[in-house]
């Protein structure tokens, strides 16, 4: 394990991704988030689709119907499709600050449906994070926008996605993962343009650009994975957090976008009950196997 090489892996990956952000959040201004859907589906799934079968993985598999993994597609559409609206309806910071609730849902969904048992100090944690999302949200206020609901919606998607990878089943790859997740999109993207106004005719400064978010996408999802395997995941995950450093300065540079105070103290909350949720389960996880080796009998 090469902890030092793991987080420098996530905090590519996560500027990577905001980077993405900010080339899909400039193209839905102009262009059916349907549309964005299917372009960003049709190039990252033929991308990793080619990548596996370099690999030696092929695509077409039945792997591809193991409920866990039609459960991890499904998450993938729910929560890039919405997080992809929200970012075309509301400020890129407001956006990825949302969007750090991630880890909470899924420590949530852990405890709801898979049985995980946690102490009161996690579910506090919890509890205070989903706070830092109503400071930020402010429903009931005039600050208040609905449109919000849909970063929260991708924020959930994503941890069903999340929790579905962890009981995948081991002959399936990664590769193949990203190529379906990718490759759902675009039925989702083609449903959305059927209520929408249709396709629209794209120049070439907007092919650059979904060239860019493709690229971005695909080498971000690829530095995450390598992340995950180089160093301890207690470790490495933390360091997704430093999406939220680089969303807010794309946001401040490019978007012209100045979030108030609400906005940074909620997004502090949130970040800080994540952190301690990622902390507290590492230190738990250690204690529980330095307990099952200094239980273990000694060889004769």
Sequence with gaps: MNNLRGAFLMILAMTGFAAEDAFI??????????QVLIYLGAGGGLGFALLANRAGHCVV???FWHPMVLLRNGGEIVGTAAFITALSLIPLSLATALL???PLFVTLGAILFFGETVGWRRWLAIGIGLGGVLVMLRPGLAAFDPNALFAVLGALGLAVRDLALRHRPASVHAL???????SMLVPVGLGMLVFDQGPVRIGGTQLLQLAAAIGLAMAAYHALTHAMREGEVGF???????????GFAVAWVIF???PDLWMF???AIVVGAGLYTLVRERRLTRAARA????SSPCPP
Excluded: C
């Excluded at 959040?25 to 349907?34: N, R, V, Y």
């Excluded at 193949?176 to 990718?182: I, P, T």
């Excluded at 307990?291 to 200094?294: F, S």
């Design 265 to 267: 103290v909620g997004a």
């Design 176 to 182: 193949q993962l990203s190529a379906w997740g990718f």
């Design 256 to 258: 012209a976008e100045r």
């Design 100 to 102: 750090q609730t991630n």
């Design 291 to 294: 307990a099952g080796h200094t």
């Design 236 to 246: 490495v995950t933390p360091f997704r957090y430093v999406r939220v450093v680089f």
């Design 25 to 34: 959040k400039i193209l839905a201004a102009d262009m059916p988030m349907g």
């Design 61 to 63: 598999s039945r792997g």
